[in-house]
Structure formats: C-alpha cells, structure tokens
C-alpha cells in the first residue's frame, strides 16, 4: 500500500505552491509538528504519517539522524509537493567511566535475556498510532527541580560505549508527584522492570508517546485517559539507578526524541 502510494505520488504531473507548513530548521531530536491541507497524505521515509482534521502531523528525528528530511505530499486534489529540511546536528557529552563492576556493564545471559523480554513489551507499546492529537497542544514539566541528566549524552563504561541516554533526568526526592505533561491515554504500566524499575507509557497520539522511568509508585492503570497536569505517579530510585530522579523519555514509534526542546525554560 505505501509503494503505492509512493509511486502514485512521483507520477502526479502538477506539483502546487507549497501548501505545506514545516518549521525552517529542524535538529537532531526533535519532535518536528508541520501542518498541511486536511484529507492530505504525508509520506516520510518509509512511513505515511497520520494527518488530523485540522492538517497536523508530526514525525521524529533521531539523535544521529544526518539528513536531509524529505516528506511528499499529496493533497487532495491531486497536487504534489516535496519538502527537504536539512539536520542541525547537536554536541553530545560523552564521559568515560573506568573501573565499574563489569557485571553491570555486561549482564549474564539470564539477566540478559530478562531484560530483552521487558523491553519488547515496551517497544510494542511504542507502535501505537491513534488519531489523537494531544501532542499539538504543548508540553509542560512534570517536576520541577535540578537537571540532572540531559538528552543524547553518552558514558563509555570500562571501554565499552553504552547507548546514548534517551530523555531528560531531574533530580527530586523519593515520592515526588510526577504530573502528566500532556493529555494521553496510559499503554503500558509495570512496577517491576529490571534495568527501568517503575516504568510507565502514556500515549499523546500519530505515536509520539512519553516514558517515565524508575518510578516509586505508578497511580494510574494501562487504558487510562488522563489530563495534563493530572497526577500520574511518584518519583523514585527503581530498578538501575544511581538515586531518585525522574526520567522522562520522548519516542515517535521507535524514534527516540528530546523532550527538553518541547518544554519552556525552567523555572
């Protein structure tokens, strides 16, 4: 079906004056929200992007996305249009640390394997795409406090690199109400994970969804609808963590993002 379309769309003879509206520069990590004639189709990458009845859709850009980003349009009545952003690439922070015990470095095969289990569940919870737009209507903090880990830095544990950090930390106590940043519906809630501890998905629709990690409590069950704003969980130091903080994660599908980039200053 996308082949399709895609062919369809490099045949279309007229090409329209751009309809399309797409923020001018585009960066690694962020969550890029553009606006086109409703009843369009949206095609980025291999994927056809959900279009609302106001004309959004959204898309990821990834930590070591090079560019450039290319979307094709196709607008109802059969015009044709195709946008290339270029990629500002970031500076990440990477730090060595030697002389950690290499058995947190590398898990034994039991462990390994656990761990792989849990993070599958996560990533089919990831693969959600609803027609909710409750990702158009902004962002805001779910604590407030000292930040403590950011976006896309990176350690390198006894010579062995581990995966860029995928969100934003801020450190707060223990019990510390974590707050919803925006409305969403809950997909996936478990006290228990291995390496995340309290791990908790909410969904804000077109599969742009938050994860909150090491939780101490999660007050809210998979199939809730919830309110930006509304109380979601407490703070905590579950599973691998070095103490309490919260850990906010941002995914499109499976396309890690910064939610730091969505959020106004800090207090």
């Not at 399709?4 to 309809?19: D, K, M, N, P």
């Not at 990458?45 to 980003?69: H, K």
Request: aromatic fraction near 6%.
């Amino acid at each position: 079906m996308l082949r399709t379309l895609v062919l369809l769309l490099a045949g279309v003879a007229g090409v329209a004056a751009a309809a399309t509206g797409l923020p001018e520069r585009v960066a690694q990590g962020d969550l890029v929200i553009g606006r086109t004639t409703p009843g369009s189709q949206v095609v980025y990458g291999q994927r056809r992007l959900r279009v609302d009845g106001e004309g959004r859709f959204v898309f990821g850009v990834g930590r070591d996305e090079s560019g450039p980003v290319r979307l094709t349009v196709l607008a109802p009545d059969g015009t044709m249009e195709t946008i290339e952003r270029a990629v500002t690439p970031r500076n990440w922070r990477i730090e060595r640390v030697d002389g950690v015990d290499q058995a947190t470095v590398t898990p034994n095969p039991e462990i390994a394997a656990r761990i792989a289990r849990e993070q599958a569940r996560v990533s089919a919870a990831r693969e959600r795409d609803d027609d909710r737009s409750d990702f158009a209507h902004g962002f805001r903090w779910p604590v407030s406090g000292r930040i403590s880990g950011v976006y896309g830095s990176q350690r390198i544990y006894n010579g062995t690199p581990k995966s860029p950090h995928s969100g934003l930390d801020v450190a707060v106590p223990t019990g510390t109400p974590l707050r919803a940043p925006a409305a969403g519906v809950v997909t996936f809630a478990d006290p228990g994970l291995y390496l995340t501890g309290g791990t908790l998905l909410l969904d804000h629709g077109h599969g742009v969804s938050s994860n909150f990690l090491h939780l101490s409590r999660i007050d809210v069950a998979v199939g809730d609808r919830v309110e930006a704003g509304q109380v979601i969980g407490r703070v905590g130091a579950t599973g691998r963590a070095t103490g309490p903080h919260m850990h906010w994660g941002m995914n499109w599908f499976d396309v890690r993002v910064d939610p730091q980039v969505l959020l106004p200053p800090a207090d």
